[in-house]
């Protein structure tokens, strides 16, 4: 995931109001345009895996201030 979002393979997907309800985001196999790996999440499932990833980092590193 942190590649694809590094290297600009995102995309965002909107509702008729123009509010973000998709993400893609997928990664490519070094200097080609073959997909090794990719998902779309919902706006809810995305927030969900932020949250507990930084949840399990501050767990693994101690809460930074």
Known sequence: MRNGIAHGNII?????????QYVSIWNNKYK???R????TLSIDTMRSFL???VDLA???H????
Do not use: A, R, S
């Open 12 to 20: 965002f997907y909107p509702d008729i109001n123009k509010e973000i």
């Open 62 to 65: 101690g809460k930074q201030k």
């Open 51 to 53: 949250f507990n990833f």
């Open 36 to 39: 090794e790996w990719g998902t």
């Open 58 to 60: 501050e767990q693994l």
């Open 32 to 34: 080609t345009t073959i």
